[in-house]
């Protein structure tokens, strides 16, 4: 009889803590609200600082991911061209108005240019 009262005591006090604890969460706005604004843009940079950080990575290794991290799921292959080391993906974010010229062989941003460009001049995409 012990054992269980103790048990029923144990459920009862875990059962309070977690009912007890969801009204803290869902009672406050402002802390949703500053999740929601976190997860928006971790990196704390404007749209304009991320395009001059990869305009000046442009051709080293690594600014492909800097252009997935910075714009995941705001680009649009508009076209494929010959350049780099095979061919080049011309993606396009329309929030920006900018084309971005990806070797994914290399994994490289080569050239980044305002507007919706469809085949970049040969000698920016070699």
Same mark, same amino acid.
């Given at each position: 009889m012990k054992l269980a009262s103790s048990l029923l005591t144990g459920v009862a006090l875990v059962g309070m803590l977690t009912v007890g604890n969801v009204p803290l969460k869902a009672g406050n706005p402002l802390m949703a609200q500053a999740s929601a604004a976190e997860a928006k843009d971790a990196t704390g940079l404007t749209a304009q600082q991320k395009i001059d950080l990869l305009?000046?990575?442009?051709?080293?290794? =690594?600014?492909? &991911?800097?252009?997935?991290?910075?714009?995941? =799921? &705001?680009?649009?292959?508009?076209?494929?061209?010959? =350049? =780099?080391?095979?061919?080049?993906?011309n993606l396009y974010n329309k929030a920006n108005n900018v084309t971005i010229a990806y070797c994914s062989t290399y994994d490289v941003v080569i050239t980044v240019k305002k507007g919706k460009v469809m085949a970049f001049p040969a000698s920016e995409v070699k």
């Open positions: 305009i000046k990575n442009k051709g080293v290794f =690594g600014s492909g &991911d800097q252009l997935r991290r910075f714009f995941f =799921g &705001d680009l649009e292959p508009i076209a494929v061209q010959p =350049g =780099g080391a095979g061919m080049v993906v």
